[in-house]
Nanobody, 128 residues
Framework: QAQLRESGGGLVQPGGSLRLSCAAS?????????????MGWFRQAPGKEREFVAA????????DYADSVKGRFTISRDNVKIMVYLQMNSLKPEDTAVYYC????????????????WGQGTQVTVSS
């Protein structure tokens, strides 16, 4: 059974940093299978629709970011550990949301419609 599990969320002050982790498990992601998936992070703020945050290609050679996080967030992956990370710096109150890890076998993990697997989400709250 394929599973994505996020961790690392929490409460942080504006200007602070957090590092989110996403652990992939199950036969779908074991061994070389993980590298067949583009991986992404999405987020959903209260009262808003879920939105794209960042994505990384299958071997990590290319990345994409939403304009709102460009220059502050960095996505990375480790295909040996079967992990995806999101380093978030210079956090702002508007970054407050539930953050979701996502896997896309055919596309680039840029849109919700292409996502094959979702994690359960981790809460990030940016507040003083």
């Amino acid at each position: 059974q394929a599973q994505l599990r996020e961790s690392g969320g929490g409460l942080v002050q504006p200007g602070g940093s957090l590092r989110l982790s996403c652990a992939a498990s199950g036969r779908t992601f074991t061994g070389r299978a993980f590298s067949t998936y583009a991986m992404g992070w999405f987020r959903q703020a209260p009262g808003k629709e879920r939105e794209f945050v960042a994505a990384i290609s299958r071997f990590g050679r290319s990345t994409d970011y939403a304009d709102s996080v460009k220059g502050r967030f960095t996505i990375s992956r480790d295909n040996v550990k079967i992990m995806v990370y999101l380093q978030m710096n210079s956090l702002k109150p508007e970054d407050t949301a539930v953050y979701y890890c996502a896997a896309d076998v055919l596309g680039r993990a840029l849109t919700e419609s292409g996502i094959d697997y979702w994690g359960q989400g981790t809460q990030v709250t940016v507040s003083s």
